[in-house]
């Protein structure tokens, strides 16, 4: 089946400085999406790209579609401490919501005071 | 809008018992999706219905997992009988079909002991 390798597995930053987060798959998505996670909630989707090399920024996150339709990468600029979290890849077959998500495995984001 | 609403949002069980996980989806959305989330294996996809519909069950486990939409503003997902490994955080997501990504509730956090 199709796996998502996403890295790091885990950051730790300070304040105010940049994040950069990435994702591989062994298979092509027509759809990359990162989502967030905070403690006892369920993922909350950030960005959402749907064409090859697309470039989306949303406020500090800019997000990346690679050309290969492969991979994709997230960085968060200038971080504070509500960045702080777990950030997820997924792909999608489709362009649309009709089927599932493959997620990666998360980059687990903290932020030292 | 509540957003997806999913419960109960804790639930400890001996091993053998029958345990039900319910979710309303977004009113609108006609894709819902149950996903499980646990450490070593990070967010998988155990089903997911298109217009109250089952269309990939392969996610699954084993037959002790059953899930059912008898209409478009309910699913339960119910494991009979539950086992210790079946212990994790339980999504249910929604989607409107042409819509990329989804919505998640809270989950479940269900333990079995």
């Known amino acids: 089946g199709q796996q998502l390798n996403q890295s790091p597995q885990s950051m730790f930053i300070q304040e105010g400085e940049d994040v950069s987060m990435n994702c591989t798959s062994s298979s092509i998505f027509n759809t990359w999406l990162w989502y967030k996670q905070d403690p006892g909630e369920g993922p909350v989707l950030l960005i959402a790209l749907y064409k090859a090399g697309e470039l989306t920024s949303n406020g500090r996150l800019t997000a990346q579609f690679g050309i290969t339709r492969k991979d994709s990468f997230l960085n968060i600029s200038a971080s504070i401490p509500s960045d702080v979290g777990i950030y997820f890849c997924a792909g999608q077959l489709s362009g649309g919501g009709a089927d599932g998500l493959t997620f990666g495995k998360g980059t687990h984001l903290i932020i030292q005071p | 809008d509540a957003g997806v609403i999913q419960s109960p949002r804790h639930e400890v069980t001996e091993m053998g018992q029958e345990v039900t996980l319910r979710c309303k989806p977004i009113s609108g959305h006609n894709s819902l999706f149950w996903y499980r989330q646990t450490m070593m294996r990070g967010l998988e996809l155990l089903i997911y219905f298109n217009n109250n519909v089952p269309i990939d069950d392969s996610g699954m486990p084993e037959d002790r997992f059953s899930a059912k939409m008898p209409n478009a503003s309910f699913s339960t997902l119910k494991i009979q009988p539950s086992e210790p490994r079946d212990s994790a955080v339980y999504f249910c997501?929604?989607?409107?079909?042409?819509?990329?990504?989804?919505?998640f509730g809270s989950g479940t956090r269900l333990t079995v002991v």
């Open positions: 997501a929604s989607s409107f079909s042409g819509v990329p990504g989804y919505t």
